[in-house]
């Protein structure tokens, strides 16, 4: 079974910066379609970002132009760059291989001055 590992978030003022990564189990991390989504309570889970295999690359609206997805396929690892980060981002982000129900944990990203 693969698992899912994010590390990476915290408190950061308004216009700052954070970097998540995402370490996935497994040998053939590569052939996943990997998504960074994120929830706050009361709300359904939405998808941030995705990345295919291949490298291409989807955002929602409200981060395009400021989050960036990349995945490093020598270490397992898929990243979500965050600038210019809004209090509205405050959630808790969640990766996941899209298409199969292998979530991680989530980690904390709170945006407040």
């Known amino acids: 079974q693969v698992q899912l590992v994010e590390s990476g978030g915290g408190l950061v003022q308004p216009g700052g910066s954070l970097r998540l990564s995402c370490a996935a189990s497994?040998?053939?991390?590569?052939?996943?379609?990997m998504g960074w989504y994120r929830q706050v309570p009361g709300k359904q889970r939405e998808l941030v970002a995705g990345?295919?295999?291949?490298?291409?690359?989807n955002y929602g609206d409200s981060v395009t132009g400021r989050f960036t997805i990349s995945r490093d396929n020598a270490k397992n690892t898929v990243y979500l760059q965050m600038n210019n980060l809004k209090p509205e981002d405050t959630a808790v982000y969640y990766c996941?291989?899209?298409?199969?129900?292998?979530w991680g944990q989530g980690t904390q990203v709170t945006v407040s001055s």
């Open positions: 996941r291989i899209v298409g199969r129900n292998v």
């Open positions: 497994g040998s053939i991390f590569s052939t996943y379609f």
């Open positions: 990345i295919t295999r291949d490298g291409t690359t």
